[in-house]
């Protein structure tokens, strides 16, 4: 079955960074794209990164451009997404996703796996 891990996320002081790595089961290599998204208490999911496997294109969300780098290593399976310069705002679970479909990245409702999430909390 396809399944989706996520690891990495911890706590971390605002201004820092943190590195989170999604490892994908075999199956999902038949996928076209994989994402990042968070959600924090009381708000809908949000759109963070999306990378296209094959091209290696990638989409982010306005609010962390120029701050979060997503990236892929198609041999091991596994997206990983850097984020630098952490605000507390950001503190949430963050989840991998994969979908079988290419452009666009940005709706939770189009990805078709996803993993159980993992927390990050940058606190102040």
């Known amino acids: 079955q396809v399944q989706l891990v996520e690891s990495g996320g911890g706590l971390v002081q605002a201004g820092g960074s943190l590195g989170l790595s999604c490892a994908a089961s075999a199956d999902t290599r038949s996928t076209c794209g994989m994402g990042w998204f968070r959600q924090a208490p009381g708000k809908e999911r949000e759109f963070v990164a999306g990378i296209n496997r094959s091209t290696g294109s990638t989409s982010y969300g306005d609010s962390v451009k120029g701050r979060f780098t997503i990236s892929r290593d198609n041999s091991k399976n596994t997206v990983y997404l850097q984020m630098n310069s952490l605000k507390p705002e950001e503190t949430a679970v963050y989840y991998c996703?994969?979908?079988?479909?290419?452009?666009?990245?940005?709706?939770?409702?189009?990805?078709?796996?996803w993993g159980q999430g993992t927390q990050v909390t940058v606190s102040s």
């Open positions: 996703s994969a979908k079988l479909s290419g452009e666009p990245w940005s709706l939770p409702r189009i990805y078709d796996y």
